[in-house]
């Protein structure tokens, strides 16, 4: 599968100034496995491992509606809320 940079920023050699390739990227499931998510290209995202890891950490594979209300909890400015939307 190839990978495409959806998830944000990215880590870069610069061995010469005018090429830039990505270190290494890890394969991210937008919904999770567990939670019914597919493996199919609309469902991956390759991000860098450090976020990856990071993102798993603070959330391990809750669902959207919970990670939402997490960051609305705690996280995002009390002045603002972070709302869910389904698109399809």
């Not at 567990?34 to 991000?47: F, I, R």
């Not at 919970?66 to 698109?87: G, H, S």
Request: glycine share 6%.
């Amino acid at each position: 599968m190839e990978c495409l940079n959806r998830g944000g920023e990215m880590s870069y050699r610069n061995r010469e100034r005018r090429r830039m390739k990505p270190l290494h990227t890890s394969q991210h499931h937008r919904k999770c496995k567990s939670n019914g998510g597919k493996s199919n290209p609309e469902n991956l995202s390759c991000v860098d491992p450090r976020f990856h890891e990071a993102y798993h950490k603070l959330f391990g594979n809750w669902d959207v509606y919970k990670i939402a209300d997490c960051l609305n909890t705690f996280w995002i400015d009390p002045a603002f809320k972070l709302e869910v939307v389904r698109l399809r």
